[in-house]
């Protein structure tokens, strides 16, 4: 099945710094990777989603690029600010039979100080 | 106006109880999910739905057990409760089987 790993686990950084955060996929046929943003005490949120067929996206402040030889893809945040504090997944999924099942790596909690 | 609710959000029981958490989405999607969110707040699927449906049931002890009365809910019932079962329990939602949809989360304490 499908394996995602993430890095860094934690992440520090001061306010207007850029962030990036990578990720590693093992299933070549996955094909939708997904960017979720969880707050404390609240649910994982989708921020962004790259599919196979693209090399970059970005929307705003953030970004991700997915490079699909190398099986890796980022989400970068520019310009960042206490609010952007937060638990950041990536997950992989569409691959085959693994139809609705997302992968979702360890998260990196990212905090940005004032 | 939440388009996906999950009843109770916190629930405290004793090990060996019985309980139960349920879920609904206005969302109009044919796929609902259980997720389980650890300590580690890593998030591993444990089962899906599709249109009633079970499409996968990842490896999730058979004290666990979804069901789906219809494509709009899926709820998820829990024998015999074990301190290890603590976590907070997401249900979800999704309309293509990629975008999926977290609802707020239920979090279970076994004492």
């Known amino acids: 099945g499908e394996n995602v790993e993430q890095h860094p686990s934690t992440l520090s950084v001061q306010e207007g710094d850029s962030a990036v955060i990578k990720c590693t996929y093992s299933?070549?046929?996955?094909?939708?990777f997904p960017w979720y943003k969880q707050e404390l005490g609240k649910r994982p949120q989708l921020i962004i989603d790259?599919?196979?067929?693209?090399g970059e996206k970005k929307d705003q402040r953030i970004a991700v690029t997915l490079n699909k030889t190398a099986k890796h893809f980022s989400l970068h945040i520019t310009e960042t600010q206490p609010e952007d504090s937060a638990v950041y997944f990536c997950?992989?999924?569409?691959?085959?039979?693994?139809?609705?099942?997302?992968?979702f790596g360890q998260g990196t909690i990212l905090t940005v100080h004032p | 106006d939440t388009a996906v609710s999950q009843t109770p959000k916190y629930l405290v029981t004793q090990m060996g109880n019985d309980k139960s958490i349920k879920c609904e989405q206005n969302?109009?999607?044919?796929?609902m999910y259980w997720y389980k969110q650890d300590s580690k707040k890593f998030l591993k699927i444990m089962f899906s739905?599709?249109?009633?449906?079970?499409?996968i049931n990842e490896t999730v002890p058979n004290r666990f057990s979804p069901k789906s009365p219809d494509k709009a809910h899926l709820n998820l019932h829990i024998n015999s409760l074990e301190l290890g079962d603590s976590a907070v329990y997401f249900c979800?939602?999704?309309?293509?089987?990629?975008?999926?949809?977290f609802g707020e989360g239920s979090w279970l304490t076994v004492v």
């Open positions: 979800a939602s999704s309309t293509d089987g990629n975008t999926i949809y």
């Open positions: 299933d070549s046929a996955s094909n939708y």
């Open positions: 790259i599919r196979s067929n693209v």
């Open positions: 997950a992989a999924s569409g691959g085959g039979t693994s139809y609705g099942k997302l992968t």
């Open positions: 969302l109009g999607h044919d796929t």
């Open positions: 739905y599709n249109n009633k449906e079970l499409i």
